[in-house]
């Protein structure tokens, strides 16, 4: 056997492999791109050596023997495939060999999408759909009849008077909408993901079950006919098309014509800067000779004809390998894993990098270094690997995976700190916060913000550059900065964006802004505890947790001094919260920026805390349930716990007292049924008011219980009458 017949016969198995997989077994080992690679390479070797030309070369025939599940169905006009051009000169070649065997110098072309889907034929006998066929070896389908009925936008009976006999030919898409909600579903339901629509359209139209079909969401696009008997045909092709539209049939809206190479290939272009805007995937467009008779004059090759070309655009999958597992640290700490990939060209562009998301996603696929992967990128869409071929994962002496599988790096990568993740969360996290200089940004806009520092005129442009200009490594270095650093950051992140303001280069300089911005920031510098606390960002502190923590614990040495134990005794202190609490503070980085912002002048009244451990109610477990009408549930959880009591949010056999206020429900009930003390609101003033000289708030007479709290936290009086009355009056008291 000579070299060539040698490599002949390599690549027809490995075709014809690649062939049963993709079109019997609807689950391909190889994208497509390697898989036209192979076929072009066997085709320029059958051009060379033309005696290598056997009658069951891949190159020779179309698509693969129909599976025995289904019966099968003769085709009445065969099913071909297309020939494939890959770039302009090929495009060229191809009209001007039309142009010279026509004698047509300006021939008129259809040029439509290529949809990524299954090619399929539909019959209809006097206009009732009586039979669909999948394209199978091109002389011989599969009949899924059955499956095509669930197929919505097939029609079932045709609109227009029907020929006696009409055979459509389209392809069977599955949406990209369809898709992705489709393997949404799949994936919170624990089902097999589709690998990518095409497989999608392919694998759901071949199953067995038409209840499964029924299920998966497919749609119909008719671009061709097969047999027709009893209608005169229209002499073009584009007219075909919208005479198929008014039977009935969905044809693709981009379909239209052109003329000449520039022609075809501006449509190429203009359809290929909106691939990713379609509702369906495409993978080229195909460009077909308008005229019948023209066709006709052309004919065809054994597998494809001669008066259409399909032009593909460049594949959005391809295979290589992952040469390292990387993560990356996000503004919020979020942790992506990514692969580094050996370069690889898909998309149009080549890519050494592609993001595996998250690690739920990694152990899905189980992508180790060394392994084959199949990487997508569409459009500007980041690149992905959606598949490892597992069957090429590389293995030791022994047989056994070379590499164990991947796991998250237990530390964050550019700071050190703890990675963690929560249970029922996809998403790890550095757990740096203020430290991390992944998240310094955010954390710099957030402690800003309204609600935290209230520092004005601190946006997020001025947070990134302030980070990314190295004025500022932790919240606490904004203290530092004088009225000609932030002149000086604001010119350079002007440069950066190409955005100098015209009056700077006349030579002007605002400074107004700057002085403003540090007088906001002079005057955060008296804040509360809770604006603190808020602001410095802990995992899950809200605004109302912190003003918990402050009621509780009164003083930032002694919160920061807490253990779990210490924080469970807060009312609405979970222990994830009271778990974040304590690492937050246990972090030594953590200290220094507080300490750091002590130095730098932010100061707050401390108090001691407000919890007792003296007083009437020592010991004491008192639950609040209902609405209060004289103050809010915290004020009155503060003043209980002023007198010594530990204030909790659910009621047991332990629980001391129970005060039950407006529309209080199973907490009441369940304190009748444990025969517990029970106070209503009345009861709680008078208790209240007996000891006011231990709380901190000034004696509260009786009256007050007629006014309503508003939203502003004064205090407004409704009258004597109404819903404010009714509601203010404790129930019981009546
Ligand atoms: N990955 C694998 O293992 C593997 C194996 C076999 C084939 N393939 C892929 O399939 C391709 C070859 O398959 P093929 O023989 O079906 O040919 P083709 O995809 O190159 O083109 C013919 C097909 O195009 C489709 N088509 C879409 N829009 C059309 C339109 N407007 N007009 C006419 N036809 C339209 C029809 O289904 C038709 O059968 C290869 O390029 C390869 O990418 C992949
Ligand atoms: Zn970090």
Redesign the pocket.
Known sequence: MTDAARRHADLATR?RA??H???VLDD?????????AL?RELIALEAAHPELVTADSPSQR??DAPSAKFASVAHAVP????A?AFDDDEVREFVARIEKETGDAEPLFSV????????ISLRYEGGVFVRGAT?GDGATGEDVTLNLRTVKSIPLRLLDDAPDVLEV?G?VVMKTAAFKRYNAWALANGHKLLANPRNGAAGSLRQLDPRITARRPLSF?A??LGQVKGAALPPTHSETLRWLGRLGFPV?AE?GVACGGDGLLAYYREIGARRDALPYD??GV?Y?LDRFDQQRAMGFVS?APRW?I?H?FPAQEASTTVESIEVNVGRTGAVTPWVLMRPVHVGGVTVARATLHNADQIARLDVRVGDTVIVRRAGDVIPEVVRVVECQRPLDAEGQPLHPPYALPTHCPVCGSLVEREDGEVVARCSGGLFCPAQRVQALFHFASRRAMDIEGLGERFAEALVEFGYVETVADLYKLAVGDFIEMKRRADERDGSVPETVKAGKIATKWAENLVAAIDASRATTLARLLFALGIRDVGESTAKTLVRHFGALDALMAADEAALHEVPDVGPVVAAHIVHFFAQPHNRKVIAALRTGGVHWPEGTPRRSTEGPLAGKTVVLTGGLASMTRDEAGARLEALGAKVSGSVSKKTGIVVAGEAAGSKLAKAQALGLDIWDEAALLRFLNRHAARTPHARMPPVRAAFLRTGKRSLRYLGSRGRARRRARPRGLA
Not at 112 to 119: S, V
């Open positions: 075709i690649a062939d997989r993709y079109y391909p080992d190889i994208v497509d791109a390697d898989y036209d076929m179309v698509g099913m071909l495939s297309l494939n439509e999408p290529k949809l990524d889907g299954l090619a394209r030919r392809e696009f671009y061709a693709s379909a495409i993978d195909v077909k597998r259409a399909a593909k």
